[in-house]
């Protein structure tokens, strides 16, 4: 059997997945109007049948043609192949699992857990993010530009719900289900009241052994009325901070990004940031015995005594910060302008670009700190690209550019 035809038949397993299991039976009835924008969830089938001729072929044989299947498809919606590869069955999926690499090796995104990876540190990947006003969404997509026939890439979606104090931006793996007690809440965002300060908030620690020992866990739920695959915390990744800028005399706004969950020694020679697996499956109930009030949604800082020793290793390092890039102001323009390199073709007071906030002693080579780890900027009618690169993952670039679409009367 040819190299084609073996890719055209995974292409046609798609329509016979869901059989396999009664859960994936389940799952594809939720899924069937979204594969074409959507990425399949990253959860596990419940022993699935392996049968057919596709099931039972050599495990060396398999390697070989998913190693090929995923050279061969580098972008969507092509890539939706190895999905599928993984969606066959158990064998299937733990090869396919082994095989794809994480965007910060690979620079592509296929499973939805890429979307909490670090990118890549040379090229970044390019997305955009079209703004909803009407129902206040906000959707990433995958791609430098919107296609014509608007078969693009989903990624993640967010909703904004203003409140009496603050504004969330709650985050979604879909575009259709923003309720936290789901399988496909990612996150969200918060801001205080004037909308100078937010908070990232993840649905999961940032890496698989650590846990900020600085962030802050809300409960959402109580355990009990919540499934076991739904986490039912939320940990404070991220801060963004505006400064104030009353009287107007200060230039655009600036901002500050501190990352609790990346060290600064990812960007230095030899660093690394917290690179999670999986999404997780379930949250031990002894970290929620602490009584919490029914009135408002509470926050229990996390015990770093509770976890493995790795998480107070990882909270003692200093945290990555960034800040906006400096423009320059244009004489003949009479504007302040920056080198998006093509990506920005708007003026626009939420334009910014982000590097690294270094001091002289810490020894990052100048490369490194002049490199543009965020972009964000307006190409047209409520359409805005979006670069990232190493260390940020996708989720925390998509809600860093999301705090610049609130209003800030006191910054701007």
Known sequence: MSFKSIVRELREMKDGIGNISRRGAERKQHWSNRTRSHIVPDVAFSDPI???????????????????????????????????????????????????????????????????????????????????????????YFGMTPSEDERDKLLLAAKKIRRATSTDFVISLVADDFSRASNTYAGKLRSNFLGTKFSIYDSQPPSDAAIQQRGRL????????????????????????????VLRTRGPRRMHCAMHSIPLSSIQEGGSAPTPTSFPQSFDEKTFSAPLSKAKESAIEINSSGFSRSAVTVASQEPLVLKNKAPRWHEQLQCWCLNFKGR?????????????????????????????????????????????RYPLSAFQAFAICLSSFDTKPACE
Request: net charge positive.
């Open 50 to 140: 392996e049968q057919g001729q596709w099931a039972n072929l050599p495990p060396e044989l398999l390697l070989d043609i998913i190693s090929r299947v995923e050279e061969s498809e580098a972008s969507w919606p092509a890539r939706s192949v190895i999905v599928f590869c993984a969606s066959v069955c158990k064998s299937w999926r733990e090869i396919t699992k082994d095989i794809v690499k994480t965007p910060e090796e690979c620079g592509r995104l296929t499973f939805p857990i890429s979307l909490k990876q670090p990118g890549p540190r040379e090229s970044p990947i390019q997305c955009f993010i079209k703004r909803d006003r009407a129902n206040s969404v906000y959707r990433l």
């Open 218 to 245: 809300s409960r959402r739920f109580h355990a009990k009325q919540v499934s076991p695959r739904v986490p039912a915390c939320n940990y404070r990744v991220a801060t963004i901070s505006y400064e104030l800028n």
């Open 344 to 388: 920005v073709t708007v003026a626009s007071v939420k334009n910014f670009q982000l590097v690294a906030a270094v001091d002289p002693s810490h020894n990052i080579p100048v490369a490194e700190q002049e490199k543009v780890i965020l972009q964000f900027g307006k190409i047209g009618k409520d359409i805005f690209t979006m670069d990232y």
